[in-house]
T-cell receptor, first 109, second 114 residues
Framework: GQNIDQPTEMTATEGAIVQINCTYQTSGFNGLFWYQQHAGEAPTFLSYNVLDGLEEKGRFSSFLSRSKGYSYLLLKELQMKDSASYLC??????????WGAGTKLIIKP | ETGVTQTPRHLVMGMTNKKSLKCEQHLGHNAMYWYKQSAKKPLELMFVYNFKEQTENNSVPSRFSPECPNSSHLFLHLHTLQPEDSALYLC?????????????FGPGTRLTVL
């Protein structure tokens, strides 16, 4: 079967750095996405990785290792507004998006 | 209006009711999707439309019936639902079905089935 694993919940302090991990087992791989979803709102796109390595976009970075079936989202200089759920999704060989259950990130002052 | 809009935002219905969810995208995209989001569960893809043609139906019960009259509009017709169908129903669109295309989501319809 296909599976995406992420921690259910994480807590971090304002101004700090947090790393949210995602491991996947899918039938084929055609890219990995990270989305942010604030409570009661739509998911919004954060990043896309298809090749190994680190993609940096401001305070957010996303890393991919295809051989290990592993990705992480790194958030720096955390702000209170970063409190949200972070969803990892992998596009499989049929080009379907397989979603993780999301990681709820709680930022404390 | 910009982006992806969904109506209604909230819906409460009985098991014998018939209702419809509406989605509209103003992005000029060609692919549209229906997802079900239940608490603490992964997003479940229900239906995919590409250029108005249905390309995916992920074993969704027949009490959910999609309709895509054109590339900008998507409907989900509901009838004789069960309480376990209570969830957030999200509509999304993307430029094409290509692997690199991100999906843009609407705010969702929070459905409660009594």
């Amino acid at each position: 079967g296909q599976n995406i694993d992420q921690p259910t919940e994480m807590t971090a302090t304002e101004g700090a750095i947090v790393q949210i991990n995602c491991t996947y087992q899918t039938s084929g791989f055609n890219g990995l996405f990270w989305y942010q979803q604030h409570a009661g709102e739509a998911p919004t796109f954060l990043s896309y990785n298809v090749l190994d390595g680190l993609e940096e976009k401001g305070r957010f970075s996303s890393f991919l290792s295809r051989s290990k079936g592993y990705s992480y989202l790194l958030l720096k200089e955390l702000q209170m507004k970063d409190s949200a759920s972070y969803l990892c999704a992998v596009r499989d060989s049929n080009y379907q998006l397989i979603w993780g259950a999301g990681t709820k990130l709680i930022i404390k002052p | 209006e910009t982006g992806v809009t969904q109506t209604p935002r909230h819906l409460v219905m009985g098991m014998t009711n018939k209702k419809s969810l509406k989605c509209e995208q103003h992005l000029g995209h060609n692919a549209m999707y229906w997802y079900k989001q239940s608490a603490k569960k992964p997003l479940e893809l229900m239906f995919v439309y590409n250029f108005k043609e249905q390309t995916e139906n992920n074993s969704v019960p027949s009490r959910f019936s999609p309709e895509c009259p054109n590339s900008s509009h998507l409907f989900l017709h509901l009838h004789t639902l069960q309480p376990e169908d209570s969830a957030l129903y999200l509509c999304a669109s993307s430029q094409t079905l290509a692997d690199y295309n991100e999906q843009f989501f609407g705010p969702g319809t929070r459905l409660t089935v009594l």
